[in-house]
């Protein structure tokens, strides 16, 4: 069987994949993807689509019983199984084929099954039925594999067969108890969700909630998941587990136990690059694939890495926005283009290092973008810190009795422009990109006073740090 030779392989169909491909083919270049499971990937079955359609049943029936006169109206209960269903009907019932159809319309060719490097440029496909497809790629192959959860090594748990996010997300029924290992993003949002579920849920931190947001947000979502009836054992690792009946028995490491009926393992993720062959290239399988800015790999003209697997921002947008920059220097690069690799240039993820926005999508939810006030100062900033109670707007007022949340900018005193903000409340991730625009853009803060934002909306809180900033010119 002869190798057959496309201008571009893109390893993997998920949301990053997809992008890379589409903008390879928009730049003229013909372009395979290969997928082994579903195109579309993590996101659209097992992460994003799914904990966000099990997350928004809680938040709704918690934003109408926030209101007098709405709350009146709630007069049920949650019903799971409605929830599941409007899930399955969100994830598709897991059958990707509207998303073949925009790779069929897209013009980009699919081959599905398993892709392992066999050397530079060279990539075996085989299919579930056996079907072997050689490739060669002429101008660049792009790894967008995306991540693996990482199962901690706690003597026991292997064998009690926990479940990961896919199992969490793809469930059908809400377990009696349930323990969670892990405070990230993963850990605190199931938790929410499977509390609004109705299981028991004990959710296990081996550090604080939430680690790299701002303290006030952790708090506020451990508040949060308290009041959801959810156990919070923070600074408290696991130390082995055991099966006994119907239950799972982790040993924390004060010897007390916790019983669940299912374990959810919550602990990180690593780059999805065993089994690819990438060791034939000269790279260690197993981790994440580093790479420059171009989302290229140091030392190969044609290898790029790009999403989840080269570890930089594990988010969906984020990969995204990489997957712009890479596919569109791949194109360039093919015909010979200049690469416009300066800071925020066409074809760099600058923002990576300096604006990723992100929304945690707990009760109440976390939005942020850029630097917290500890990561500024640990840049050497030189900064002012805003804080603000947004229940103090009158836009708070009315949106929800009770409105709680708290939002903070962090300035950068020498350019005089916002570094990072974060924001705690419900529905604040409606509010971020603004944010992110003022982050990304370093729109000075003298400029920001003729940008006013609405009455009675919350984005005012904008307008009361400008106003507890000071306007430069105005004083003394
Ligand atoms: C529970 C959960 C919730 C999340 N929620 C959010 C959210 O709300 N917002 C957000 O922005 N991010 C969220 N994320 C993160 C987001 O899911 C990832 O950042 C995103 O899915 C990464 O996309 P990707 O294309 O890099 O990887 P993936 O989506 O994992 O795609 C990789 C694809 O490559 C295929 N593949 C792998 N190896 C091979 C091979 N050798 N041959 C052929 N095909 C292969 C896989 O089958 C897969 O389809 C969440 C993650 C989790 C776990
Ligand atoms: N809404 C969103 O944007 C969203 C939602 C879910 C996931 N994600 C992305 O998915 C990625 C993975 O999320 P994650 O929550 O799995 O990872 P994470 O790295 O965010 O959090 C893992 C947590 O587990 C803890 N931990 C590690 N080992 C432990 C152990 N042995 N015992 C107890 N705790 C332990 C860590 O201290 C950390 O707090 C994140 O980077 C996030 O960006 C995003």
Redesign the pocket.
Known sequence: MGVREVDVIVIGAGAIGENVADRTTQGGLETVIVEEELVGGECSYW??MP??ALLRAGAALRAARAVAGAAEAVTGELDPRAVFRRRDRITHDRSDASQVQWLDGAGIELVRGHARFTGPRRVVVTASDGTVVELEARHAVAVCTG?V??L???PGLAELDPWT?RDATSASEAPATLAV?????????LATAYASLGSRVTL?????????QEPFAADAVRAGLEGAGVRVLTD???VAAHAAEKNAVLTLGDGSRILAERVLV????TGRTRDLGIEELGLAAGDRIEVDDTLRVPGFEWLYAVG?VNGR????HQGKYQARAAGDAIAARAAGRAVDDAPWGAHVATADHRAVP????TDPEVASVGLTAAAAERAGLRTRVLDYELSWLAGATVYADDYAGRARAVVDLDRGVLVGATFVGPDVGELLQAATIAVVGEVPLDRLWHAVPAYPTVSEVWLRWLEAFGRPGTTG
């Open positions: 992460a994003c904990s966000k991540s959860p990482v901690p090594a706690v996010s290992l892990g405070g990230g993003v993963v850990g605190c949002e296990v931190a081996r550090h604080g909630l939430l680690g790299g408290t690792d696991v919550a602990t990180g993720r989840d921002a594990l988010l969906t992100q929304v945690t999508f």
